[in-house]
């Protein structure tokens, strides 16, 4: 016998794609790759230099399984600090393999056989299947372009039923790049208390969003954090998606599971690497580097909406992101499915992209475009999409 859910999950369609960019650069066709979530920029040097440092001086054995004291009390000062909510570095704080794992250990913790989650469509798809590899059930929300890409009130309610257990919210979200306003999150929250749900609450990229628009933490609201799971990682902001390091803060009783969850496969993050972290959080010079590449975001945002306006013919519509560091292009005026277009940019302009039914059934039609890559591959792969789409005129 062999495990059913795992066989069954959907190889993502996303992976043969990404294969076949892979075997075309190989065989030497320059691909433009505006797949990638994973930023261009170098981790900064003081959090290189602080895990070097910290492997000669020996860090480099078993460790505290809910993470450093050290890094727990940092995120303790930065949740507090920077997002306006209170947790205990005792018992409210686990530090975890990454914002995958932090989001793994959270799920196992609260979900047993057959729980309903609700999950935004579209959204990343990490969400829906590491739901289904715990053998609970997502049940898909639409969440419409025409309502920036959040599904109404009326979408999350029709979506309950008396198996739910807990939402999933992403702000601000990949693919779509989209920010949940304040209001917007205390009726979430009101919905969530009168449903006895959990509020698992995705904020891996706070700190990328624009236009001096306010990343709000859920745990801040008003009688929120009994029932929050936050999610955040050191991945984004840092540009240390390869140290695996992220966080779950959420209530004891959460995080005394999550734990069990973590002890029983992976034990704990590399101390070194913990190490790391407490200097991502705390240096001067680390928080330079990430207010450039923030700027430096932001800049290539403006670069593709600029090339977008001054371009009058083509069918495509842009959506302008108000956060994390992807466009989720508007490809429905060319009548072909998000996989077709893909294919075809590849094999026509040699311009990689993320089709958005990859993300759910509401992202059929879309596609999604990295500005994490350099600005000349953005700028040129663009340029190449935008007079490819002109064929369907
Ligand atoms: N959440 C979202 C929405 C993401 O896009 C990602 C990575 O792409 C993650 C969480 C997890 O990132 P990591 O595990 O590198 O922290």
Redesign the pocket.
């Known amino acids: 016998m062999i495990n059913k859910k795992l066989t069954q999950l959907p190889q993502s369609a996303t992976i043969g794609l990404a294969d076949r960019v892979r075997r075309l650069m190989a065989s030497g066709k320059e691909i433009i790759n505006l797949t990638t979530?994973d930023p261009n920029f170098p981790t900064p040097k003081p959090i290189v230099r602080a895990a070097y440092e910290a492997i000669k001086a020996g860090q480099t054995h078993y460790a505290d399984s809910r993470g450093l004291p050290e890094l727990r009390r940092a995120l303790a000062e930065k949740i507090l600090t920077r997002n306006g909510a209170e947790y205990s570095l005792e018992d409210e704080i686990f530090v975890a393999c990454?914002?995958?794992?932090a989001?793994y250990c959270g799920l196992q913790a609260i979900l047993n056989v057959g729980d309903e989650v609700l999950v935004c469509d579209p959204a990343?798809m990490?969400y829906a299947n590491m739901i289904n590899v715990l053998r609970a059930v997502p049940i898909r929300v639409p969440a419409r372009p025409e309502n920036n890409f959040l599904p109404t009130l009326a979408d999350w309610n029709k979506s309950l039923s008396a198996r739910t257990v807990a939402l999933i919210i992403?702000s601000p979200?990949?693919p779509t790049g989209a920010v949940i306003q304040k209001d917007y999150l205390n009726k979430l929250n009101r919905l969530a208390r009168e449903n006895h749900l959990w509020v698992v609450s995705?904020e891996?990229?706070e700190d990328i969003i624009y236009d001096r628009r306010e990343h709000i933490c859920f745990a801040s609201l008003q009688r929120a954090k009994d029932h929050t799971l936050l999610?955040n990682?050191?991945?984004?902001t840092y540009a240390m998606?390869g140290w695996?390091v992220?966080y779950l803060a959420a209530p004891k009783q959460v995080i005394d599971n999550a734990l069990k969850a973590s002890q029983n496969s992976v034990t704990n993050i590399p101390p070194f690497i913990q190490k790391a972290a407490v200097v991502a959080l705390k240096d001067s010079e680390v928080k330079r580097s990430t207010r450039q590449m923030i700027q430096e975001y932001a800049k290539r945002r403006r670069m593709v909406i600029r090339l977008w306006k001054r371009d009058r013919e083509t069918p495509l519509r842009l959506f302008e992101p108000q956060g994390a560091f992807y466009f989720f292009i508007d490809f429905r005026n060319l009548g072909l499915s998000s996989f077709q277009i893909a294919e075809r940019l590849l094999d026509e302009v040699g311009v990689a992209l993320v089709p958005g039914a990859a993300f759910g059934k509401q992202g059929e039609g879309f596609l999604r475009m990295t500005i994490a890559a350099a600005p000349q591959d953005i700028e040129r792969g663009f340029k190449k999409i935008l007079g490819w789409s002109k064929k369907f005129l």
Request: glycine fraction near 18%.
């Open positions: 979530g990454g914002g995958v794992h989001l990343w990490t992403n979200a990949n995705d891996v990229y999610i990682s050191f991945s984004k998606t695996r992220g």
